[in-house]
């Protein structure tokens, strides 16, 4: 069984960065997507970010050229910096990861990570 654990986030100035990190552990050996939603408050949960054990990543438009997702194979883990912030990017940021196979919407998540970005 897959456990997924982020850490980071907090309070940060409009402008400012803030770098997410995100472990999966357990029976993680077949994990091949990894990625991060968010869930803003009063609004539906938003993918924000995927990558594959290849390094092929994609991004919701309203983040590109803002966040980067990276990830290290060994040790399944994943990190998203979050560069140039935005009020409008607080939400609570969860990390999932998925195996082959399977959608990373339906795979192991988080229990998330609030970002809070002050104007």
């Known amino acids: 069984q897959v456990q997924v654990v982020e850490s980071g986030g907090g309070l940060v100035q409009a402008g400012g960065s803030v770098r997410l990190s995100c472990v999966a552990s357990?029976?993680?050996?077949?994990?091949?997507?990894m990625g991060w939603y968010r869930q803003a408050p009063g609004k539906q949960r938003e993918w924000v970010a995927i990558?594959?054990?290849?390094?092929?990543?994609d991004y919701t438009d309203s983040v590109k050229g803002r966040f980067t997702i990276s990830r290290e194979n060994r040790r399944n883990t994943v990190t998203l910096q979050m560069n140039s912030l935005k009020p409008e990017d607080t939400a609570v940021y969860y990390c999932?990861?998925?195996?082959?196979?399977?959608?990373?919407?339906?795979?192991?998540w988080g229990q998330g990570t609030q970002v809070t970005v002050s104007s």
């Open positions: 357990g029976s993680a050996g077949d994990i091949l997507l």
């Open positions: 999932a990861a998925a195996p082959p196979g399977v959608q990373l919407s339906r795979g192991t």
């Open positions: 990558i594959n054990t290849r390094g092929v990543t």
